[in-house]
C-alpha cells in the first residue's frame, strides 16, 4: 500500500534512493533468524493455558484444577444461571461501547498531535491522554466513586452511562498510543500529493490517511476492548445495584469458591468471538 | 481530519496565522479525548488532590481537617514503638520492587512480543489482521480464571514439570508456583498483546526495499536489523513499553496471585490504605507521587524526541 | 417436586414481568444461595437483584458515597458499628418480627447489635488453622502451625491475606486479645510474624485445589472452605488454636436510604425460617444462627468438625470487636512492615 512513501528521516534512509540490485540471497529480508520460532513458541504459550481453561469448563467435579470426568453440567448451570448470562452480555456490551467511542476519540487525537510542528499545548495533551495509565486504578476508581455517587444522587440517574464514561476514559491510551505509533512511520507526502491534486480534506482523509492509518485503529481498538473486558477494580467501585460484569462477579467469587462455571462463560464468549470474527474476515477477504 | 502537511507558506503575518489557526485546529480534533478523560479519570483526581490534604476519618474516607501528615507519611514515619521519626523504608522497598518488576515485564515482553509482532506483520497482507487477532483472543477470557490456569501450567505436577521430566532435563519437579519467576511469566503472558500490537502497527509500514538496499551493501543481518529496521519501528516499540511499564507499576491483582501475595506492590500499598489500612490521605499521596514521577519521565521523553525529530 | 413447582412459578413470574416490587441486595460474591432466592421471589412476589462486592471497606465506602440504590447489606460483625455508627442502617427491629422466635438466643445479645435492633444472623464462622494430616502429626489446635511451624510443614504454608483475622489470631498466640495496642505485646507479634512468614510459601485466597492437590500443607484458613477441602483429600483437617481463634459472624442490615424498605423487611423474617436459614448453610457451608435449621443441613454438615467446635475448644473463640482508628493504625504498620 504504502511503499512509494520515504521513511521518517534517519541517517539509513539515503539506500533507499539507490536502485535496488536483484542479486540473490539465500534468504528473505522479510525473515530475521529465530523469529519465526520465538512468534511459533509466544503463540503455543498464549494458548496453553487457554487449553486448560476451556477443558475444565466440561469438568465434572466442581473444582478448575482436579479433574474428575467429562460433562456439560457447567454449561447447563450457566444456562440455567440468569446472573452469570446478564453479567456476559453486559460486559461484551461495555467493552463494545467503550472501546468504539475511545478508538474513535484517540484516532482523532493521534491524527491531531502526530507528524506536527511544536504547538503550544502538546505536550499538555499527551500527557492527559496517558494520564489514566499512571495511577493504579484503585485510586481512580475511589475518586470516580466519589465523584459519581454525588452526580447520581443528584440527578437520580443510574444507569451503564456512568460506567461507559469510566471505561471509556481508561482506554482511550491504549487505543491513543498504537495508533500514534502507526502514524509516526508515516509521513505527509502521500497527502500532500493527494490535495495537489485538488483532492478536498476529507477526501484525502477518506481515501489516503484512513487506509494508511487503518493497522494502528484496528490494534488499538482491539487492544481497549480487551482491557475494558478484563477492567474488575474501577468496575467494582462505579457499578450501581444490579450492574455485574463478569470480571466483578469473579471477584467475588474469589474467596469462596472458584467453579468452572466462569470457564464454561468464557469459553462461550471465546466461540462466539472466534466465529464471528472468522466470518467477518472471510467476508472482506472474498471481497477483495 | 486537519491533520494534513504545512504546505509551504509566504513568510510573515500569513504563516502566524495559519499556525493559529492549525494549532486551534488540533486542539479541536484533540477534544472529545481530552473532554472523555478529564469527565471519567483525570477530572476526579482532583478529589485526590484535595483528600491528601486531608485528615483520616476515623473508619475510612476523611475528616475535613488541613493535614500535612498524608504526604509526609510517604517518605517518613514514626516508629510504631519508639515513636522516632524514621525512613517509610517499608515504602521504598515495596516501590523498588514494583519498579525492578516493571522493567523485567517490559523487557521480557519486548524479547517475545516484537518477533511475534515481526511474524505478523510479514503475513501476507489478507491475513495479518486475523493473526493479530488471534493474539487477542486469549484475553477475551477472564482475568482470573487465566491466571488459575497459568498456575495449573507451572505447578509441581503441572504441565511444565511433566514434560520438562519426560525428556529428562529435570529430575524431581521444579518449585515454580508463588515464585518470581511465576510473577515474571505471568505479567509477561498478560501484558503481551500491550506490546505486541503497537510493534505491529509500526512493522506493518516497514518498507522493506530499505532492508533490501541495507543487504546490498553488505550489512549484516545483525546490522542491518539494528541499524535499519529498529530505527524505523522505533515508535512501536515505545508505544508498547510504555503501555507495559507504565500500568506494570501500579499493578497488584496479576503479581498478587501469581506471587502468592506474600510481598506487597506498590498498587497493595496504595490499596491498603483505601481499604483496611483507613488511610485515605495517604493513598492520595502515594499515588499522586506515583502519577508525578512518571509524568515527569512521559514529559521529558516527549521533549527529548521531539527535539530529534527537530534535528533531524 | 415442591420445589419445582416453585422454580417453575419463579420463572413464569420472571418471564412475565409482573413483579410489581423489587429488592436489591448488596451480599459477598457467591454466597447467596440461588434457591434461596427462587424460594422468596415465589413466596412474596418480589424481584430479587443481587450485587456482590469481595469486601467490607468496599462495600462501606460505596453505601457511604450514596447513590448506590442497595436496599440491604451483609456486613462482618467488625464492621456492624461502623455502619450504625455512620447512620447507614435502618432500625428494622428484627428482633420483633414473626419469626425473631427462632433466633438462637446465643446470637441475640451480641456486642455489635445488641438485642438484635438491626441485624438478623446471615452466616457465622471460625478462622483458624489447617492442616494436611499426612505430613504433620502432631497437635493441629494451635497457631503455632503458622507462626512458629514443625520443620515437616516449613515452606508449605499458606495464610490468608486477612489482617484483621491474622492479627487477631497472632496478639492472641501472645496472649493479648484482638485490639490490643500494648506495644510490648505488638513488638513480640510483629517479630514473630517476620520471623515465620519466612517459612510461609503464599499469602493468597482461593487456594482449595492447591491443598486438594497437596501444593500447600497447612496454613491459615475458614473453617468453610476447610471443609470444602476436606471433601475433595480427607488428609486435611481443621485446627481450633487453644490459644485462641476468631469467630466472625455476617449479619444482614437494611439500609437507611433503602428505596424498598417493606421488602427489605420481608426478607429479613424470611431468613429468620429454620427451612431458609438452612438454604443459606447448604450452599456456603457455614452455621447460621436460627434455632431448628439443623434439620434441613445436609447430613455431612452436621457431623463436621470444622461446623461443630469441639466443647473443650468452645470457649476460645473471639469476636473481633471494632478496632480504635489508632489501634487500626498500629495494625496497618505492622501489616505493611510484614509485606514489605
Same mark, same amino acid.
Given at each position: 500500500m504504502a511503499e512509494t512513501t520515504t521513511p +521518517?528521516?534517519?541517517? +539509513? @534512509? @539515503?539506500? @533507499?534512493? +539507490?536502485a535496488p540490485r536483484r542479486e540473490p540471497r539465500g534468504y528473505s529480508v522479510r525473515s530475521l533468524p529465530g523469529f519465526a520460532v520465538i512468534a511459533i513458541f509466544t503463540f503455543f504459550a498464549l494458548y496453553a493455558p487457554i487449553l486448560i481453561l476451556v477443558t475444565y469448563s466440561f469438568n465434572a467435579g466442581t473444582s478448575l484444577a482436579i479433574w474428575e470426568g467429562f460433562s456439560l453440567r457447567w454449561y447447563y448451570q450457566a444456562a440455567a444461571n440468569e446472573a452469570v448470562q446478564d453479567a456476559a452480555i453486559r460486559s461484551l456490551y461495555l467493552a463494545f461501547c467503550a472501546a468504539t467511542i475511545a478508538t474513535v476519540a484517540a484516532t482523532m487525537a493521534a491524527l491531531a498531535t502526530t507528524r506536527t510542528r511544536r504547538f503550544p499545548g502538546k505536550t499538555m495533551i499527551y500527557a492527559l491522554i496517558n494520564q489514566p495509565l499512571m495511577i493504579p486504578e484503585i485510586v481512580t476508581a475511589v475518586a470516580l466513586l466519589i465523584v459519581f455517587a454525588a452526580i447520581k444522587v443528584w440527578t437520580g440517574h443510574t444507569s451503564m452511562i456512568y460506567l461507559i464514561a469510566a471505561h471509556t476514559a481508561f482506554c482511550v491510551p491504549f487505543a491513543y498510543l498504537p495508533i500514534r505509533a502507526r502514524l509516526e512511520t508515516m509521513d505527509n507526502t502521500l497527502e500532500t500529493a493527494a490535495q495537489d491534486l485538488y483532492a478536498s480534506r476529507w477526501l484525502t482523509f477518506r481515501r489516503v490517511t484512513l487506509p494508511l492509518m487503518w493497522p494502528g485503529i484496528v490494534a488499538g481498538l482491539m487492544l481497549a476492548f480487551v482491557i475494558s473486558l478484563d477492567d474488575v477494580v474501577i468496575t467494582e467501585f462505579v457499578k450501581s445495584a444490579g450492574q455485574e460484569t463478569i470480571p466483578t462477579y469473579m471477584l467475588g467469587q474469589l474467596r469462596r469458591v472458584v467453579t468452572p462455571e466462569v470457564n464454561a462463560i468464557s469459553t462461550v464468549i471465546l466461540m462466539a468471538g472466534v466465529i464471528l470474527v472468522a466470518l467477518f474476515f472471510r467476508l472482506t477477504s472474498r471481497r477483495r | 481530519m486537519s491533520a494534513q502537511a504545512e504546505t509551504p507558506f509566504p513568510p510573515g503575518a500569513l504563516e502566524r496565522e495559519a499556525e493559529t489557526a492549525d494549532t486551534r485546529r488540533r486542539w479541536l480534533l484533540s477534544l472529545p479525548a481530552i473532554a472523555i478523560i478529564v469527565c471519567a479519570a483525570a477530572g476526579p483526581l482532583l478529589v485526590m488532590v484535595i483528600y491528601s490534604f486531608l485528615t483520616p476519618g476515623d473508619y475510612g474516607n476523611v475528616k475535613w481537617e488541613f493535614s500535612l501528615e498524608g504526604w509526609m507519611n510517604t517518605i517518613v514515619q514514626r516508629d510504631?514503638? /519508639? /515513636?522516632t521519626l524514621i525512613w517509610a523504608d517499608a515504602h521504598l522497598s515495596i516501590f523498588w520492587r514494583s519498579f525492578s518488576l516493571s522493567l523485567i515485564t517490559t523487557i521480557l515482553t519486548l524479547i517475545i512480543g516484537v518477533p511475534t509482532a515481526w511474524f505478523v506483520a510479514t503475513q501476507p497482507p489478507g491475513r495479518r489482521e486475523f493473526w493479530l487477532f488471534l493474539v487477542t483472543v486469549p484475553f477475551w477470557t477472564n482475568l482470573l480464571v487465566r491466571t488459575i490456569a497459568i498456575q495449573e501450567l507451572i505447578r509441581s505436577e503441572g504441565v511444565i514439570n511433566l514434560v520438562l521430566l519426560k525428556i529428562g532435563i529435570i529430575d524431581e519437579p521444579l518449585q515454580m508456583m508463588f515464585t518470581d519467576f511465576a510473577i515474571g511469566f505471568g505479567m509477561t503472558y498478560v501484558y503481551l498483546p500491550l506490546m505486541v500490537l503497537p510493534v505491529y502497527a509500526a512493522v506493518d509500514k516497514l518498507d522493506f526495499r530499505l532492508v533490501e538496499a541495507a543487504h546490498d551493501l553488505y550489512a549484516s543481518r545483525w546490522t542491518a536489523f539494528r541499524r535499519v529496521i529498529l530505527p524505523l519501528i522505533k515508535p512501536g516499540i515505545i508505544a508498547g513499553s510504555i503501555l507495559v511499564f507504565v500500568p506494570c507499576l501500579g499493578a497488584y491483582v496479576t503479581p498478587r496471585v501469581l506471587g502468592g501475595g506474600k510481598n506487597l506492590m506498590f498498587g497493595n500499598l496504595i490499596e491498603l490504605q483505601f481499604g483496611a489500612g483507613r488511610n485515605w490521605p495517604l493513598g492520595a499521596a502515594l499515588s499522586l507521587m506515583l502519577m508525578a514521577a512518571v509524568m515527569v519521565a512521559l514529559i521529558f521523553y516527549v521533549r527529548i524526541t521531539s527535539r530529534e525529530k527537530a534535528d533531524g | 417436586m415442591k420445589t419445582l413447582a416453585i422454580t417453575a412459578s419463579a420463572l413464569a413470574l420472571a418471564a412475565s414481568g409482573a413483579f410489581a416490587q423489587e429488592l436489591n441486595i448488596y451480599n459477598?460474591? *457467591?454466597?447467596? *444461595?440461588p434457591k434461596l432466592i427462587e424460594k422468596f421471589e415465589a413466596e412474596t412476589g418480589i424481584k430479587v437483584t443481587i450485587t456482590d462486592y469481595d469486601s467490607n471497606d468496599t462495600a462501606l465506602a460505596k453505601v457511604k458515597a450514596g447513590g448506590h440504590g442497595f436496599d440491604i447489606v451483609v456486613p462482618s460483625a467488625s464492621y456492624v458499628p461502623i455502619w450504625i455508627g455512620e447512620g447507614l442502617l435502618a432500625e428494622t427491629r428484627p428482633d420483633q418480627m414473626e419469626n425473631a422466635k427462632n433466633l438462637d438466643p446465643v446470637w441475640i445479645d451480641v456486642d455489635w447489635d445488641p438485642g438484635r435492633h438491626y441485624t438478623v444472623p446471615w452466616q457465622w464462622g471460625t478462622t483458624g488453622v489447617v492442616v494436611n494430616t499426612k505430613y504433620y502429626d502432631g497437635d493441629i489446635d494451635t497457631s503455632a502451625i503458622f507462626l512458629d511451624p514443625p520443620d515437616e510443614l516449613k515452606g508449605k504454608i499458606n495464610v490468608v491475606p486477612e489482617m484483621g483475622d491474622v492479627m487477631g489470631l497472632a496478639i492472641m498466640y501472645h496472649g493479648g486479645m484482638p485490639c490490643d495496642d500494648d506495644r510490648e505485646l505488638l513488638r513480640k507479634v510483629r517479630d514473630t510474624l517476620v520471623e515465620a512468614k519466612q517459612h510461609w510459601l503464599g499469602m493468597d485466597y482461593g487456594n482449595i485445589e492447591k491443598f486438594a492437590k497437596e501444593d500447600m500443607w497447612a496454613g491459615v484458613n475458614w473453617n468453610g472452605s476447610t471443609f470444602r477441602m476436606r471433601l475433595a483429600n480427607e488428609n486435611i483437617q481443621y485446627g481450633y488454636p487453644k490459644e485462641g481463634y476468631v469467630v466472625w459472624m455476617d449479619s444482614v442490615a437494611v439500609l437507611k436510604d433503602a428505596q424498598n424498605m417493606e421488602e427489605a423487611k420481608t426478607f429479613q423474617n424470611f431468613i429468620m425460617e429454620p427451612e431458609n436459614a438452612a438454604l443459606i448453610s447448604e450452599f456456603a457451608r457455614y452455621a447460621n444462627g436460627i434455632l431448628g435449621s439443623d434439620e434441613f443441613m445436609p447430613d455431612e454438615m452436621k457431623t463436621a468438625r470444622e461446623i461443630l467446635i469441639p466443647e473443650e475448644l468452645k470457649d476460645k473463640g473471639v469476636f473481633i470487636p471494632t478496632c480504635a482508628p489508632e489501634t487500626q493504625a498500629l495494625y496497618t504498620r505492622i501489616w505493611t512492615d510484614l509485606q514489605k
Open positions: +521518517t528521516p534517519t541517517e +539509513t @534512509a @539515503a539506500p @533507499a534512493l +539507490t | 510504631i514503638f /519508639d /515513636d | 459477598w460474591g *457467591n454466597y447467596t *444461595n
